[in-house]
């Protein structure tokens, strides 16, 4: 039986080579504390290489959707990931696509060097 759905297919991307993060400041202590937690880290280990939707995700991590929701909505607020594209359920539902932002996170502690170019 055929779907009216599109089938699961592969979304292409182009994360960005590397994302900076100087932490010297309430600002960037959000963003280390986002970092910070377990299931954020093995989220953030699930998108590598290859994107997914929340409940993808939850399968990988083993958490509920609403726990991977909550990481989700707090690493993409820093940049950390970024959603890239729909897929459609089994029962038709649109769900968003997750990716990683950067491939590799430089963290730098101190204030940030400005460039006299």
Not at 4 to 15: G, H, I, K, M, V
Request: proline share 4%; aromatic share 6%; charged share 25%.
């Amino acid at each position: 039986m055929t779907s009216a759905f599109p089938p699961r297919n592969r979304l292409e991307y182009d994360p960005r080579e590397r994302a900076d993060l100087t932490v010297s400041g309430d600002s960037r202590v959000d963003a280390l504390d986002a970092l910070s937690s377990g299931t954020a880290q093995s989220i953030l280990g699930a998108l590598d290489g290859d994107p997914k939707t929340t409940s993808e995700i939850a399968e990988v991590v083993d958490t509920s959707i609403q726990n991977v929701h909550h990481h989700l909505r707090r690493l993409e607020e820093h940049d950390f990931v970024e959603p890239i594209g729909t897929r459609y359920s089994v029962k038709g539902r649109e769900m968003t696509v997750y990716a990683l932002a950067a491939e590799k996170l430089v963290v730098q502690f101190g204030a940030a060097e400005q460039s006299s170019d």
